[in-house]
């Protein structure tokens, strides 16, 4: 079975800009979680979404948006980027309550 | 709100010996606890889970022990290797649902050979 696949693996943007990051769960995963890792540091929450409803948002400003699809893939978006959101965005799924697989994830860097 | 300490922050050992790493969490009231891995630059590999009632689990040379009153959980691995140097992560999900996972900083791991 595949794992779970993100795209793109790199973009580089501007101040101002904004960026759609995309990502496919393992198969038969219904849950998908975003985290925002910055260098040097662990992975931050960002959002959960499960069965196309959002489950949870950790403490990002309202710039930072998510939705998951029928298929229960997930797009992240990030409007008015600042130089702050340069980071690794990672996706996890999983059957609910159990463990969490990663994908690759997508370096984002904001010149 | 919780928080999550990995001790130490880095670690160099020689090949072949055995070592300990640490996680603290200060809510104990978790439902459960994973260890992951990190190669520079990549996304996190997904090493053991650990069920909130559950003490120990173990997978080929790794083991991980949880002490959920004491708010502890330590990853052993043994006879270590240098493709095992890495960023050991550990990671906590809150008992009052949904999948937020709270991480620690990481322990960066270099195996000398």
């Known amino acids: 079975d595949a794992g779970v696949t993100q795209s793109p693996t790199h973009l580089i943007k501007t101040r101002g800009q904004q960026v759609t990051l995309r990502c496919s769960p393992i198969s038969g995963h219904k849950s998908v979680s975003w985290y925002q890792q910055v260098l040097g540091q662990g992975p931050q929450f960002i959002f959960q979404y499960y069965e196309k409803e959002e489950r949870g948002r950790g403490n990002f400003p309202d710039r930072f948006s998510a939705r998951q699809f029928p298929n229960y893939s997930s797009e992240l978006n990030v409007n008015a980027l600042l130089l702050g959101d340069s980071a690794l965005y990672l996706c996890a799924s999983s059957l609910e309550g159990n463990e969490q697989f990663f994908g690759p994830g997508t370096r984002l860097t904001v010149l | 709100k919780q928080e999550v300490t990995q001790i130490p922050a880095a670690l160099s050992v020689p090949e072949g010996e055995n070592l300990v790493l640490n996680c603290s969490f200060t809510?104990?009231?978790?439902?459960?606890l994973q260890w992951f891995r990190q190669d520079p630059g990549k996304g996190l590999t997904s090493l053991l889970l650990i069920q909130s009632s559950q003490r120990e689990q173990t997978s080929g040379r790794l083991n991980a022990s949880l002490d959920k009153s004491s708010g502890r959980s330590t990853l052993y691995i043994a006879a270590s290797q240098p493709g095992d140097s890495a960023t050991y992560l550990c990671a906590v999900r809150g008992g009052s649902g949904g999948n937020k996972l709270v991480f620690g900083a990481g322990t960066i791991l270099r195996v000398k050979s």
């Open positions: 809510d104990s009231a978790i439902y459960n």
